[in-house]
């Protein structure tokens, strides 16, 4: 098989079950969104960052991929394959390990900008682009059927990136950034 198609040189792409769409389709925004993210938190796995921290990303990463592929699953046509479907579990590993990473933190007193360490910047740069698939996920539900738990999923993600970033920052002895008014 060879790895270009010739398919979408006409401005158009196919989705899972068949479908034919415009490239500029707000579902191919939404998942093009999630798959640039998902290229971040790999660029992330490259710092100097703990096993323990690669592993949840790991986790994330493959989360994202079948995130995905369900919003790339036409699904008047096909039924969600089982690994594309988000469980409750995902969004609780999620607030776990924000828990778990804020209590070893010392308490937050003002809004931080992004930097320090090069991981951490990294973590911002990912949180950013989550709350931008966030925007496309919004966008992509008001034409198709989104599943509330990827809501949440994306809600606790940008979260636990910015949880990262302070913890990455204070287990380096970067300082923090903080906004001066």
Not at 150 to 171: A, M
Request: with cysteine.
């Amino acid at each position: 098989m060879k790895l270009y198609t010739k398919t979408g040189d006409n401005g158009q792409t196919g989705l899972i079950g068949g479908t034919r769409v415009p490239k500029n389709d707000v579902r191919l925004e939404a998942y093009g969104t999630v798959d640039e993210l998902n290229s971040f938190i790999g660029l992330l796995t490259t710092c100097s960052i703990h096993e323990d921290e690669i592993l949840i990303l790991r986790y994330i990463q493959n989360k994202l991929f079948a995130i995905g592929s369900q919003l790339a699953t036409d699904t008047t046509k096909v039924e969600l394959n089982s690994a594309s479907i988000l469980d409750e579990s995902s969004v609780l590993l999620i607030e776990n390990e924000i828990d778990r990473l804020d209590e070893k933190l010392p308490e937050l007193t003002s809004f931080i900008l992004p930097g320090g360490s090069q991981a951490a910047a990294f973590c911002h740069i990912c949180r950013t682009i989550t709350r931008r698939a966030e925007r496309r996920l919004f966008d992509m539900s008001s034409v198709y059927c989104v599943d509330s738990k990827v809501f949440v999923f994306f809600n606790r993600l940008s979260d636990y990136f910015f949880v990262l970033s302070r913890f990455l920052n204070f287990n380096s002895g970067c300082e923090e950034i903080y906004w001066k008014k």
